[in-house]
C-alpha cells in the first residue's frame, strides 16, 4: 500500500469512527446543525449579525464578508468539478453493490438511513446517512467552505479577541457533514482551507479601499513642531483656494513645511508637490464616478503608496467626501492624525454616515454654524470658525469701473452672470439650457450683456462653441468671480460653492442644478432637506428664498421666465438683495485658515493614546 493509500485508507478509518456515533440528541444536533453551513442561512445570519451588532459598518460589512463567501464557493466548486471525488456512500471502497435496503426511523424528524457495507477487508461497516444520500463531488465541503469562509470573514473584521471563537462554528459545520455521512475528513480540511484562504485573501487584497481591518491607532504628540510633513488631498477649485491659505498659514507658524498630496494650480503655486492634479477627481454624480473608476483607482493607489513612504504628519481633507474618508481610514490605521475640513454634505442626505465618521477622524473643521452640533452628538472633536470663502471676498479692485474694464464689460450695460459649474458633467447638462435662457432674458430687456465665469480646467472653445450656436454674445472670464458677481445684476447659478460666493457678494441669483437622470433619481430618494442651494440652507425658512430650479424644471423657457419675473418685480429683486446681507451677517469673518492651522497645530500637539473603538463583533 502506498502513502497516499494509507493515507486515503486512515479518512476512511476516521470517517466512519465520527460517522458510527448513534444517539438521538447527537443525530439531531449535528442533522440540523449542518444546514448551518448553507449559503442562504449563512447569508442570513451575516445580515443579523452585522445589522444588528455592527451597525456603524453596515453594509459594508455584510456586503464584503458575503463577497468572501461567494468566491470561496467559486473556488470551491472550481476544486469539486476538477476532483469529482465520489462522496462516502459511492466509494468503491466500500463494495456499493453490498448495499441493503435502508431503514428510515427519524430523530426529530430528521430521516435517517442505515446503509451496510462490505470493505475490501472483509468488514463489516454500517454507514449512517443523514439528509439526502449524495454521492458524487465530495472534495472539498461546500458546506464547511462557505462555513469557514464566513467565520474566516467575521474574524478579519471583528476586534475583540472572542472574535477567534467563530473557528469553533466553522469546526461544528464541518464534523456534521461527517457525522451526516456525505464529507470524509479531507474533504472537510480541504473546504475549511478553501473557506479560510478565499476569504482572507478577498479583504485583504481590497483592505485598502474597505478599511474593514484598518483599526485607528494613536498618534503620538508633537507640541511645537519645528519641521511638518502635511499630506494635504483637496477636491474642486474652492478648496484648492482654501488649502493653499491653510498652507500659508501653517508656514507662519512652523519653521519648515512639506506639503504633499492632491492640489490645483493654487497650491501648487504656494510650493506644493502634486501626487495628482485635483482636476482629475472633480467628478459629482453616481455615474460620472463609475465612468471614472480606472482615474480614481489609479490616483488613490497612488496616494496609499505615498503615504506608506513618507508617512506624514497629518493628513488634511478637503471636499471629496467619500474618496478622503476612504483615504482617512487608512492614514489613522497607520497613525496618522486626520484633519477633515469642511464638512461632507452627509447631513443632507446621509445622516447616518455622521456616526461612522468619528473613527476615521480626528477633528472636524465645519464651515455652517448648524453643522457643528451634528458632530457634538456623536462625540468628534469639531471646530467652528466661519466659511474659509469669507477670506477670499475682498475686492481687487477700486471701482465698478476698474472691474468692468479689467472683465471687458460694457459699464453702460446691466451684467447678466451665468456660472454652469466647475465640473465637466455639471456644464454638460446645464449649458445648453443656461444660454438658452440667457439669450432669451438678453433679448427680451434691453441694455444687457451676459458674462460666464470659466473653471480653471474649463475649455474655453466649448462655451463658445454652444453660444456661437444659439447665437447668444458672451463674455468669458477666468478667476476673481467675486469681483465679477460684486458689480453683476442678476444671475443664474449652478448649486454649489457659486451660490454662497454669489449671495455674499449680494447677487441676486436663481439656483440651478441639472444632472444625469439617474443621479437625481437616487438624490431625491436620499436627500433629507427641502432645498439645494447653499443660501437657502443657511437661511432656513419654510420654502428656498433664492428660487431653486432643478432637473426638468432647468429647462431654457422656466429660467428665463423665473429670471425675467424677478427683474421686472422691484420687490422680488430687493427681497434677493437684502437675503445675500442675511446671509453674510450668518457666516462670521476673520483669520479662518488661520484658526485652521492653529487647530492642525493642537490637533498634533495633543496626540491621542485613547484604544480605539472596538466592533461588538
Given at each position: 500500500m502506498t502513502a497516499w493509500e494509507s493515507v486515503l485508507q486512515f479518512d476512511r478509518d476516521l470517517f466512519l469512527a465520527i460517522n458510527g456515533i448513534d444517539h438521538p440528541v447527537w443525530n439531531a444536533v449535528f442533522g440540523w446543525g449542518t444546514w448551518l453551513g448553507d449559503g442562504l442561512v449563512l447569508t442570513l445570519i451575516l445580515f443579523i449579525l452585522t445589522r444588528t451588532f455592527d451597525r456603524r459598518r453596515f453594509p459594508k460589512n455584510f456586503a464584503l464578508i458575503g463577497l468572501g463567501m461567494a468566491l470561496a464557493g467559486l473556488v470551491n466548486g472550481a476544486i469539486k468539478d476538477a476532483v469529482d471525488r465520489p462522496r462516502p456512500l459511492a466509494d468503491a471502497a466500500f463494495a456499493p453493490d453490498s448495499i441493503g435496503v435502508p431503514r428510515l426511523p427519524e430523530t426529530f424528524g430528521l430521516p435517517i438511513r442505515d446503509h451496510e457495507f462490505l470493505a475490501q477487508t472483509h468488514d463489516v461497516r454500517r454507514l449512517k446517512v443523514i439528509g439526502p444520500p449524495l454521492r458524487r463531488e465530495s472534495f472539498g465541503s461546500g458546506h464547511t467552505t462557505a462555513a469557514f469562509a464566513f467565520?474566516?470573514?467575521?474574524?478579519?473584521?471583528?476586534?475583540?479577541?472572542?472574535?477567534?471563537?467563530?473557528?469553533?462554528?466553522?469546526?461544528?459545520?464541518?464534523?456534521?457533514?461527517?457525522?451526516?455521512?456525505?464529507?470524509?475528513?479531507?474533504?472537510?480540511?480541504?473546504?475549511?482551507?478553501?473557506?479560510?484562504?478565499?476569504?482572507?485573501?478577498?479583504?485583504?487584497?481590497?483592505?485598502?479601499?474597505?478599511?474593514?481591518?484598518?483599526?485607528?491607532?494613536?498618534?503620538?504628540?508633537?507640541?511645537?513642531?519645528?519641521?511638518?510633513?502635511?499630506?494635504?488631498?483637496?477636491?474642486?477649485?474652492?478648496?484648492?483656494?482654501?488649502?493653499?491659505?491653510?498652507?500659508?498659514?501653517?508656514?507662519?507658524?512652523?519653521?519648515?513645511?512639506?506639503?504633499?498630496?492632491?492640489?490645483?494650480?493654487?497650491?501648487?503655486?504656494?510650493?506644493?508637490?502634486?501626487?495628482?492634479?485635483?482636476?482629475?477627481?472633480?467628478?459629482?454624480?453616481?455615474?460620472?464616478?463609475?465612468?471614472?473608476?480606472?482615474?480614481?483607482?489609479?490616483?488613490?493607489?497612488?496616494?496609499?503608496?505615498?503615504?506608506?513612504?513618507?508617512?506624514?504628519?497629518?493628513?488634511?481633507?478637503?471636499?471629496?467626501?467619500?474618496?478622503?474618508?476612504?483615504?482617512?481610514?487608512?492614514?489613522?490605521?497607520?497613525?496618522?492624525?486626520?484633519?477633515?475640513?469642511?464638512?461632507?454634505?452627509?447631513?443632507?442626505?446621509?445622516?447616518?454616515?455622521?456616526?461612522?465618521?468619528?473613527?476615521?477622524?480626528?477633528?472636524?473643521?465645519?464651515?455652517?454654524?448648524?453643522?457643528?452640533?451634528?458632530?457634538?452628538?456623536?462625540?468628534?472633536?469639531?471646530?467652528?470658525?466661519?466659511?474659509?470663502?469669507?477670506?477670499?471676498?475682498?475686492?481687487?479692485?477700486?471701482?465698478?469701473?476698474?472691474?468692468?474694464?479689467?472683465?471687458?464689460?460694457?459699464p453702460t450695460k446691466r451684467t447678466l452672470v451665468v456660472a454652469p459649474g466647475s465640473r465637466r458633467n455639471e456644464f454638460k447638462y446645464l449649458l445648453a439650457e443656461m444660454f438658452g435662457a440667457a439669450k432669451r432674458v438678453s433679448d427680451t430687456l434691453a441694455g444687457w450683456q451676459v458674462a460666464v465665469p470659466l473653471a480653471p480646467k474649463a475649455d474655453e472653445a466649448d462655451f463658445r462653441a454652444e453660444a456661437d450656436r444659439i447665437g447668444l454674445p458672451i463674455i468669458l472670464t477666468r478667476g476673481d468671480n467675486f469681483d465679477l458677481f460684486s458689480i453683476a445684476d442678476f444671475g443664474l447659478i449652478c448649486s454649489g460653492t457659486a451660490t454662497l460666493e454669489a449671495a455674499l457678494a449680494g447677487l441676486a441669483h436663481v439656483v440651478v442644478y441639472r444632472g444625469h437622470p439617474l443621479n437625481m433619481l437616487l438624490a431625491r430618494r436620499l436627500v433629507k432637506i427641502d432645498r439645494i442651494g447653499l443660501p437657502n440652507i443657511i437661511l432656513g425658512g419654510d420654502s428656498p428664498t433664492f428660487p431653486e430650479l432643478i432637473q426638468q424644471d432647468a429647462t431654457a423657457d422656466r429660467l428665463a421666465e423665473r429670471a425675467l419675473g424677478i427683474l421686472r418685480s422691484p420687490n422680488d429683486y430687493e427681497r434677493l438683495r437684502a437675503a445675500c446681507a442675511e446671509v453674510r451677517a450668518k457666516l462670521t469673518g476673520g483669520d479662518v485658515s488661520g484658526a485652521i492651522a492653529d487647530d492642525i497645530l493642537s490637533v498634533l500637539a495633543e496626540g491621542n493614546a485613547a484604544e480605539p473603538v472596538e466592533s461588538v463583533l
Amino acid at each position: 500500500m502506498t502513502a497516499w493509500e494509507s493515507v486515503l485508507q486512515f479518512d476512511r478509518d476516521l470517517f466512519l469512527a465520527i460517522n458510527g456515533i448513534d444517539h438521538p440528541v447527537w443525530n439531531a444536533v449535528f442533522g440540523w446543525g449542518t444546514w448551518l453551513g448553507d449559503g442562504l442561512v449563512l447569508t442570513l445570519i451575516l445580515f443579523i449579525l452585522t445589522r444588528t451588532f455592527d451597525r456603524r459598518r453596515f453594509p459594508k460589512n455584510f456586503a464584503l464578508i458575503g463577497l468572501g463567501m461567494a468566491l470561496a464557493g467559486l473556488v470551491n466548486g472550481a476544486i469539486k468539478d476538477a476532483v469529482d471525488r465520489p462522496r462516502p456512500l459511492a466509494d468503491a471502497a466500500f463494495a456499493p453493490d453490498s448495499i441493503g435496503v435502508p431503514r428510515l426511523p427519524e430523530t426529530f424528524g430528521l430521516p435517517i438511513r442505515d446503509h451496510e457495507f462490505l470493505a475490501q477487508t472483509h468488514d463489516v461497516r454500517r454507514l449512517k446517512v443523514i439528509g439526502p444520500p449524495l454521492r458524487r463531488e465530495s472534495f472539498g465541503s461546500g458546506h464547511t467552505t462557505a462555513a469557514f469562509a464566513f467565520a474566516a470573514g467575521m474574524i478579519y473584521a471583528g476586534r475583540r479577541r472572542a472574535r477567534w471563537l467563530w473557528l469553533m462554528f466553522g469546526a461544528f459545520v464541518g464534523a456534521s457533514r461527517m457525522v451526516c455521512g456525505v464529507h470524509y475528513p479531507l474533504d472537510v480540511l480541504a473546504g475549511a482551507v478553501v473557506g479560510v484562504v478565499s476569504s482572507v485573501a478577498f479583504l485583504r487584497t481590497f483592505e485598502m479601499f474597505h478599511g474593514l481591518a484598518s483599526v485607528p491607532r494613536p498618534w503620538p504628540r508633537r507640541d511645537g513642531p519645528e519641521d511638518l510633513n502635511v499630506m494635504m488631498v483637496v477636491g474642486e477649485a474652492s478648496a484648492d483656494v482654501y488649502g493653499a491659505r491653510i498652507l500659508e498659514r501653517l508656514r507662519e507658524r512652523v519653521r519648515s513645511v512639506e506639503a504633499w498630496g492632491v492640489g490645483g494650480e493654487r497650491l501648487r503655486a504656494a510650493g506644493f508637490r502634486a501626487v495628482a492634479d485635483a482636476h482629475e477627481l472633480s467628478i459629482v454624480g453616481f455615474t460620472a464616478v463609475a465612468t471614472s473608476i480606472v482615474t480614481i483607482v489609479r490616483i488613490y493607489t497612488r496616494l496609499m503608496s505615498a503615504m506608506r513612504a513618507r508617512r506624514p504628519d497629518v493628513l488634511v481633507c478637503i471636499d471629496l467626501p467619500d474618496f478622503n474618508l476612504m483615504l482617512a481610514t487608512q492614514a489613522r490605521a497607520l497613525g496618522v492624525p486626520v484633519v477633515f475640513v469642511i464638512s461632507p454634505q452627509f447631513w443632507a442626505w446621509r445622516r447616518g454616515r455622521i456616526p461612522k465618521i468619528a473613527g476615521r477622524i480626528s477633528r472636524m473643521i465645519v464651515a455652517f454654524p448648524f453643522e457643528k452640533p451634528f458632530y457634538e452628538e456623536v462625540g468628534t472633536p469639531v471646530s467652528y470658525h466661519g466659511h474659509p470663502i469669507l477670506e477670499e471676498l475682498a475686492r481687487r479692485f477700486e471701482s465698478r469701473d476698474a472691474a468692468m474694464t479689467h472683465f471687458g464689460l460694457d459699464p453702460t450695460k446691466r451684467t447678466l452672470v451665468v456660472a454652469p459649474g466647475s465640473r465637466r458633467n455639471e456644464f454638460k447638462y446645464l449649458l445648453a439650457e443656461m444660454f438658452g435662457a440667457a439669450k432669451r432674458v438678453s433679448d427680451t430687456l434691453a441694455g444687457w450683456q451676459v458674462a460666464v465665469p470659466l473653471a480653471p480646467k474649463a475649455d474655453e472653445a466649448d462655451f463658445r462653441a454652444e453660444a456661437d450656436r444659439i447665437g447668444l454674445p458672451i463674455i468669458l472670464t477666468r478667476g476673481d468671480n467675486f469681483d465679477l458677481f460684486s458689480i453683476a445684476d442678476f444671475g443664474l447659478i449652478c448649486s454649489g460653492t457659486a451660490t454662497l460666493e454669489a449671495a455674499l457678494a449680494g447677487l441676486a441669483h436663481v439656483v440651478v442644478y441639472r444632472g444625469h437622470p439617474l443621479n437625481m433619481l437616487l438624490a431625491r430618494r436620499l436627500v433629507k432637506i427641502d432645498r439645494i442651494g447653499l443660501p437657502n440652507i443657511i437661511l432656513g425658512g419654510d420654502s428656498p428664498t433664492f428660487p431653486e430650479l432643478i432637473q426638468q424644471d432647468a429647462t431654457a423657457d422656466r429660467l428665463a421666465e423665473r429670471a425675467l419675473g424677478i427683474l421686472r418685480s422691484p420687490n422680488d429683486y430687493e427681497r434677493l438683495r437684502a437675503a445675500c446681507a442675511e446671509v453674510r451677517a450668518k457666516l462670521t469673518g476673520g483669520d479662518v485658515s488661520g484658526a485652521i492651522a492653529d487647530d492642525i497645530l493642537s490637533v498634533l500637539a495633543e496626540g491621542n493614546a485613547a484604544e480605539p473603538v472596538e466592533s461588538v463583533l
